[in-house]
């Protein structure tokens, strides 16, 4: 698989500072675009998205999809979270750089934010956290804390969106990027308590690049 992810631990965060330096983002991984399957689920119709909300995309990169999450869905605050400075100064770059509109642009701010230390009060949490690669860059040890912040993070009615890459029958060992199934995120958000599938399926190859097709499977969670 020639794709780059670079692990959530503290002990290496310099090397992955260093792999951002290069231009080389865990959260890209080859991407020269807004993944087709996210596209497909926030434009289809398929589910009711709210006319205006907050959103968070976590370990955000260069914040390709924080931005076309707010262009796509109109609202005034979405927000790219990434623990590496290094990051965050790239994406406010790309958004100077990219003539992304003003009203657009506007409703997006990226920031240095350790996705597992953040708290927030009732009024302040999400309608949309979106995840994507996020989950496979963190060690699978660390993937019930993701499942209590996602629980934590986001209001009843809200929304998550996970695109599992590399969605893969088996566990294997090594990584990141770790493995990742449907199943084990039923098991990290507590068995889908507390959770409603709205949305659920297998993108079709002819949208998907070499890389993730076969490997790809998107779900939308809502919180109830």
């Not at 087709?36 to 398929?46: A, F």
């Not at 240095?112 to 060690?139: C, G, R």
């Not at 029958?169 to 959770?195: H, Q």
Request: proline letters at 10%; charged letters at 20%.
């Amino acid at each position: 698989m020639n794709v780059c992810f670079v692990t959530y631990i503290p002990l290496v965060i310099l090397s992955r500072t260093s792999s951002r330096s290069n231009g080389l983002t865990p959260w890209e991984a080859g991407a020269v675009d807004i993944q087709p399957p996210l596209r497909m689920v926030i434009e289809s119709g398929e589910v009711p998205w709210p006319k205006e909300g907050k959103a968070l995309v976590p370990g955000c990169g260069r914040g390709f999809d924080t931005i076309y999450l707010a262009s796509a869905l109109g609202w005034k605050t979405v927000l790219g979270y990434d623990i590496s400075t290094t990051a965050v100064a790239a994406a406010n770059e790309f958004l100077k750089s990219k003539n992304v509109p003003p009203s657009v642009a506007s409703s997006v701010k990226f920031d240095a934010v350790d996705f597992f230390k953040l708290a927030l009060p009732e009024e302040e949490k999400f309608d949309l956290i979106y995840d994507y690669t996020f989950y496979v860059a963190i060690p699978p040890t660390m993937r019930p804390d993701w499942g209590k912040q996602m629980q934590s993070l986001i209001k009843p009615g809200g929304y998550l969106i996970t695109l599992m890459f590399p969605h893969v029958p088996e566990p294997y060992k090594l990584g990141p990027p770790f493995w990742s199934s449907f199943e084990n995120y039923i098991e990290v958000l507590g068995g889908a308590n507390g959770w409603e599938i709205v949305y659920n399926k297998i993108p079709p190859p002819e949208i998907q690049s070499e890389v993730h097709k076969g490997k790809d499977r998107i779900v939308v969670w809502k919180r109830v």
